[in-house]
């Protein structure tokens, strides 16, 4: 089948279009004819040599796609042959064919193109997970979510504001907090203009949130810790300023403060399966009416996918950069 693929970690450049052998099909997968995958920021840490696939995985990049099914594993009930399918992958989406865990597919909304089903799976689990399982946020609640013009921050929002909870957001222009606002955050912040906990203090009435992901790590800890209500948690995804920092652990104490580390593409397939059911169930009727769909930044060909990277390096992009297959 034909693949990206490289021989070496390095700059965007040494992505290429080649051949790479199909997976193969154990009893309790499916095989897709990938129509569509989307790139997300752990696909360049990858490309750098920064993050390696979990055992098993695929080398291939790509941790979400979307497709036609071509074969059923024979202990997988529920999915046929000519099903639309999009699902999260440990790795294999930049490529024509891909095998995944019965558990950690879906059904694609007749509504949803191949290209929007391609880039939901990584982006809205990673964003369920973690505010609504870890970070428990409940009705009537409160979240900061830092990278509001992301993949995971587009997401974030559609969730929150279907679950009619107020979402913040901080972003890296005027521009992407108006994108932010009309997508339906009720506040956004320009983190390059502005101090982010005092915006949320202010709009809190000093409460403060009852969850926060961050994707930042060290550079914004003081900053999440003073913007969390009694009882809040802070989700950290990613560290992308940094993975040290200096913790006054009385706050923590007195304010009764989760901090929790997750990841999501190193679960087993069993965590995996739980996710996926959690989200359709509470989402499922959303996705099918259209009132939850990914913003499509840009659609490229699977060819230019060193282009795609570029794109998400550089953050010029709003939404999701989608690689058509």
């Not at 074969?71 to 699902?87: E, K, L, P, S, Y």
């Not at 809190?204 to 949130?209: A, I, K, M, N, P």
């Not at 948690?233 to 993975?243: D, F, H």
């Not at 996918?305 to 950069?321: D, L, P």
């Amino acid at each position: 089948m034909k693949a990206i693929i490289f021989d070496a970690p390095g700059p965007e450049d040494v992505l290429t279009l080649g051949e790479a052998p199909a997976p193969v099909l154990g009893t309790d997968d499916l095989r897709i004819r990938v129509r569509a995958t989307a790139v997300n920021r752990a696909d360049l840490l990858q490309r750098q040599g920064l993050y390696p696939p979990p055992p098993g995985a695929s080398p291939i990049l790509g941790l979400e796609c979307a497709g036609d099914v071509t074969d059923v594993g024979a202990h997988v009930n529920g999915w046929r042959v000519g099903d639309r399918a999009m699902a999260l992958l440990p790795g294999g989406g930049y490529a024509e064919e891909a095998v995944v865990h019965h558990g950690s597919a879906m059904h694609v909304p007749a509504s949803m193109s191949f290209e929007e089903a391609g880039a939901l799976p990584e982006v809205y689990l990673t964003a369920f997970l973690n505010l609504f399982m870890l970070g428990d946020v409940k009705a009537g609640g409160a979240a900061l979510v830092h990278g509001g013009g992301s993949g995971v921050g587009t997401a974030s929002i559609q969730l929150l504001r279907e679950s009619g909870m107020r979402c913040y957001v901080t972003a890296g222009s005027d521009e992407k907090c108006q994108r932010c606002l009309a997508l339906g955050a009720d506040l956004a912040i320009n983190y390059r203009t502005s101090d982010f906990a005092a915006h949320v203090r202010q709009a809190t009435q000093s409460r403060g949130v009852d969850v926060v992901l961050d994707s930042i790590g060290g550079k914004y800890f003081a900053g999440n810790i003073d913007c969390l209500a009694v009882d809040g948690r802070l989700v950290i995804i990613g560290l992308t300023g940094g993975a040290k920092a200096e913790v006054n652990l009385a706050l923590l104490l007195l304010r009764r403060l989760h901090v929790v580390g997750s990841t999501l593409r190193v679960r087993s397939v069993t965590d995996k399966a739980a996710i996926v059911s959690r989200f359709m169930t509470r989402f499922g009727d959303a996705l099918a009416a259209g009132r939850i769909k990914p913003v499509i930044d840009r659609v490229l060909p699977l060819a230019q996918a060193a282009e795609a990277h570029r794109v998400v390096q550089s953050s010029v992009h709003f939404g999701k950069v989608v690689l058509k297959v």
